[in-house]
C-alpha cells in the first residue's frame, strides 16, 4: 500500500529532502516524500497505518536535517500540536503530559547502528501528571529513571557503567522488574545525583530542550563510530543520513498485561514458517534489543496473553500480506493493547533467504521474477550448513546450553575483546568472541570473529541480528556463563577457561562443548532441488 498522496498540511519544506510531516492514521503523504527523504522507518510506520494497523502517531524529520546545523524547533511545532490534538495531551503539561521517543531511521536498514531516546518530556514537574494520569506511581518513576540514564548516555557522552552501579545497588541481585516504585524512585535520584556529577550541571527539566537535544543527538549518531562502522563494512553511502522520527510513547513497563518485544515473521536462521518472538513483560522496546537483558519467547506470551498472541500472529499475517517479505518488525504492549512501533524486511542466512523466497512465490505472495531475484547466487555451497559429526562409540556432553540466534557449527578459541579478536585472526586462528552483552558496539570484532557466544541478551537484540546476517553462529543468554575480564578467564557450567582455550559452539541445538569438536558440512537436498525447478521452469 503506497501512503502517498498529493497534498499534506503538515509539509514545513518542499526540498524532497528536507521534510517534517506526521504520520498516523487517517494520515497521506506527499508526493515528494519517499524512504530516501523519510527513512524506512517512518516511511514503513506510514505504510503500516495506511494499512489499518495500530501505529503511534509521530512525525518525521526527514534525512535532508542531518548534518546541517541545529534544526530550529519551530520547523516541528505544527505536527507536534497535531500530535497533542489527537492523544488529548500536553508536551509539558503539568496534568495530562505527552511524552515522545525520539529514533532515527536511515533509508538502508541499520539495526541498533544509531541512537534512540525514550520518555522525553518527563520531568519533576510533568512526573506527578504522569502519575495522576496513568494512576500508576512505578510506571512514572521507572520511565524517568530510564529517561534519565538513556539522556545521560546518548546526549551528555557519561559511560552508561556509571547508571548500572546505580541500578546494582538498588537491586543487587534481584530483578529490576519486579521492583517498587520506591526503589525506582531511589533509583531515579541516585540517576539525577549521577548525572549532575559527570555532566557537570543538572538533568534538564525543561521538556523543549530535551526534544531538541534529543533530535540533534539521534541525528549526529548517524556520524557516530558504530554506524560508520557497519556503512564500511556493508559499503553504504553516507548520505542522505539519517531521518529522525517523534512518536507518542506507549509503555510496556505499566506492569499487568503491558511488555515489549521483537519478532521475525518466520524463522530467520531457517527460513520456517513459524513465527519467532522475544517478549519482555513489564518492559521497554530497548531491554529486548540492547542485549543486555535475556527475553521470553512467545510461548510465555501465548500462555499468559493468548488474545494478545492471535491479535500478533493476525497482524504478523497483515505485514507479510503488505510488504510481500518475511518482516523484523518491534511491538508493544500497553495495557492489553498492541502497538506497532517499527517493521523492515528482516535479515536472514542464506538457507532461511532460499525457503522464504520460495514459500512465499508458492503462497502467491511475490511474482517468480521476484523470487528469482532474491534467490540469485544461491548454490550449493551458498546453501551448506555446518553441522557435529558424531564418531563412532563416542559420546561428548554438552558444557552448556544457550539460546541460538544463528544456526551452524564454530570451533575456537575464547576472545574476549577487539584487540584479542584482531590479533589471534590475523594469527590465522577461528576466533570466538565472549562478551557479557549482545551490543552493537561490538559490530567490528563481530565481523571477524568467527562466531559470538554471549552471557544475557536474547536471539532478536540488535547485535544477534547483525551475528546472523553475517552468517555468524551465535548463542546469546548463556546462564551458567561467568567472565572475568581483568583475569582474562570465563566459566561455563562450572568449567574454569582462559582466553586462548578452544571452545565448540553448535547453534543448530543450541549447546556449547569444551574443546574442538568434529564438524562436517550438509546441503539440504529439497531446498535445492525446489530452486532449481524455479529457475528452470516455463515462464
Same mark, same amino acid.
Given at each position: ?26 494520515? &497521506? ?25 495500530? *501505529? ?51 533509508? @538502508? ?16 514537574? &510533568? ?6 494520569? $496513568? ?17 545521560? /548516555? ?8 556509571? #547508571? ?5 545497588? !538498588? ?9 517498587? #516504585? ?15 556529577? /559527570? ?42 543520513? $539519517? ?46 534489543? %540492547? ?12 500462555? !499468559? ?11 504478523? &499475517? ?10 523484523? #518488525?518491534?511491538? $508493544? ?56 559429526? %558424531? ?11 544457550? $539460546? ?5 557449527? !564454530? ?49 532478536? %537484540? ?10 555468524? @553462529? ?5 546462564? %551458567? ?29 543450541? !549447546? ?10 550438509? *546441503? ?16
Amino acid at each position: 500500500m503506497n501512503p502517498r498522496s498529493e497534498s499534506h498540511r503538515d509539509v514545513e519544506e518542499r526540498d524532497p529532502l528536507r521534510l517534517v510531516l506526521s504520520i498516523g492514521a487517517g494520515v &497521506t503523504l506527499p508526493e515528494e516524500a519517499s524512504p530516501a527523504s523519510l527513512g524506512f522507518k517512518a516511511w514503513n510506520l506510514a505504510r503500516m497505518a495506511a494499512m489499518g494497523l495500530p *501505529v503511534p502517531a509521530a512525525f518525521v524529520i526527514g534525512t535532508g536535517w542531518c548534518g546541517r546545523e541545529a534544526p530550529d524547533p519551530c520547523l516541528w511545532q505544527q505536527a507536534l500540536q497535531r500530535l497533542e490534538r489527537e492523544s488529548g495531551l500536553g508536551f509539558g503539561d503539568a496534568r495530562r503530559p505527552l511524552l515522545l521517543s525520539v529514533r532515527s531511521g536511515a533509508p @538502508v536498514s541499520m539495526p541498533g547502528m544509531m541512537d534512540t531516546l525514550l520518555d522525553i518530556g518527563l520531568t519533576e514537574v &510533568t512526573l506527578p501528571g504522569l502519575v495522576r494520569l $496513568t494512576g500508576n506511581p512505578r510506571l512514572a518513576w521507572d520511565a524517568y529513571r530510564r529517561l534519565i540514564a538513556g539522556y545521560g /548516555e546518548v546526549v551528555a557522552g557519561i559511560d552508561g557503567r556509571h #547508571f548500572e552501579a546505580d541500578l546494582d545497588a !538498588v537491586r543487587g541481585d534481584g530483578d529490576e522488574h519486579e521492583l517498587d #516504585f520506591a526503589a525506582l524512585r531511589d533509583i531515579a535520584k541516585r540517576h539525577l545525583a549521577t548525572y549532575a556529577r /559527570e555532566a557537570g550541571e543538572a538533568f534538564p527539566q525543561d521538556p523543549q530542550v530535551q526534544l531538541r537535544a534529543a533530535v540533534v543527538a539521534v541525528f549526529a549518531s548517524w556520524y557516530g563510530d558504530k554506524a560508520r562502522a557497519y556503512r564500511e563494512l556493508h559499503e553504504l553511502p553516507a548520505s542522505p543520513g $539519517t531521518a529522525v522520527t517523534v512518536q507518542r510513547m506507549v509503555f510496556g513497563n505499566a506492569g499487568g498485561m503491558s511488555g515489549a518485544g521483537v519478532g521475525f515473521t518466520r524463522d530467520p536462521s531457517s527460513g520456517e514458517p513459524s513465527p519467532w518472538v522475544d517478549f519482555l513483560f513489564n518492559a521497554q522496546g530497548e531491554d529486548v534489543v %540492547s542485549g543486555r537483558r535475556r527475553a521470553q519467547s512467545h510461548e510465555e506470551l501465548a500462555a !499468559v496473553a493468548p488474545q494478545i498472541w492471535e491479535a500478533l500472529l493476525k497482524t504478523m &499475517t497483515q505485514l507479510e500480506q503488505g510488504f510481500g517479505d518475511m518482516q523484523d #518488525f518491534e511491538f $508493544t504492549v500497553q495495557d492489553g493493547q498492541l502497538y506497532l512501533l517499527q517493521t523492515r524486511d528482516g535479515k536472514r542466512t542464506p538457507q532461511a533467504a532460499a525457503r522464504i523466497a520460495l514459500d512465499l512465490c508458492d503462497q502467491g505472495l511475490i511474482p517468480r521474477r521476484i523470487a528469482l531475484e532474491r534467490t540469485r547466487g544461491l548454490d550449493a555451497r551458498a546453501l551448506a550448513v555446518r553441522r557435529l559429526v %558424531s564418531e563412532a562409540g563416542r559420546t561428548v556432553e554438552p558444557l552448556a546450553r544457550a $539460546t541460538s540466534a544463528a544456526g551452524g557449527v !564454530v570451533c575456537g578459541e575464547i576472545a574476549l575483546d577487539e584487540a584479542r579478536v584482531r590479533a589471534r585472526k590475523e594469527a590465522g586462528a577461528s576466533v570466538l568472541l565472549v562478551r557479557r552483552d549482545a551490543e552493537t558496539r561490538d559490530l567490528p570484532a563481530l565481523h571477524l570473529a568467527d562466531g559470538l557466544l554471549t552471557q544475557r541478551g536474547a536471539r532478536t %537484540s540488535h547485535a544477534a541480528v547483525v551475528a546472523r546476517q553475517l552468517g555468524k @553462529v551465535c548463542l546469546v543468554g548463556c546462564d %551458567s556463563l561467568t567472565i572475568d575480564e581483568a583475569d582474562r578467564s570465563l566459566s561455563i557450567g562450572g568449567l574454569a577457561l582462559r582466553e586462548g582455550d578452544p571452545l565448540t559452539l553448535d547453534g543448530n541445538e543450541g !549447546v556449547l562443548y569444551a574443546g574442538a569438536a568434529r564438524m562436517g558440512e550438509q *546441503v539440504a537436498q529439497d531446498l535445492l532441488e525446489r530452486l532449481e525447478r524455479l529457475r528452470h521452469e516455463p515462464h
